[in-house]
């Protein structure tokens, strides 16, 4: 099973947990989540809660945290937030929170050393999930890339 796979399968049972428990908003998080990922006897996907925190970058600037997520087949980081439609050149015209036509998003990605692949999800199409192949770029591409890599070498 490539990671894509492996993301749509984690990412769908992280869906049915959060839709379980009413306290929670599934698009309205309180921070940044970060969740070690590995596989049950029977080979189905077991999803562990390690930590959360206010800013996704701060929770993957911890050295701590990468190190336990080493310990874990794959390394899931759940955010969420608001998205707004880009311009004709590729960029979104001031906050996605303020723009007229924004949407609550949720992000899952699920990385390891060697490959990483995400999920996202809106909430006014629940059942429309996107995957990403490990093709986004970006700050916070970035920072999950040096963050299974650094907690790899420190263990």
């Known amino acids: 099973m490539d990671t894509v796979q492996i993301a749509e399968q984690v990412e769908s049972k992280l869906h049915d947990l959060l ?23 029977k080979g189905e996907v077991v999803i562990d809660f390690i930590t959360s925190h206010a800013d996704v970058y701060d929770l993957l600037a911890d050295t701590k945290n990468a190190v336990v997520a080493s ?10 937030g608001w998205a707004a ?12 929170s303020q723009h007229a036509l924004r949407r609550r998003v949720r992000l899952a990605v699920v990385a390891n050393r060697q490959s990483v692949a995400s999920v996202l ?9 996107i995957t990403d192949p490990g093709e986004a770029t970006g700050s916070l591409a970035d920072a999950i890339k040096k963050f299974v890599s650094q907690g790899a070498s420190e263990r």
Do not use: C, M
């Open 121 to 129: 999800r809106f909430q006014d199409e629940p059942n429309e999930p």
């Open 85 to 96: 439609p880009l311009n004709a050149n590729g960029e979104v015209e001031g906050a996605p």
């Open 19 to 41: 839709g379980e428990t009413p306290k929670y908003d599934p698009y309205s998080l309180e921070g940044a989540r970060l969740y070690g990922v590995h596989f049950g006897d």
């Open 71 to 80: 310990g874990f087949a794959y390394t899931l980081v759940v955010t969420t």
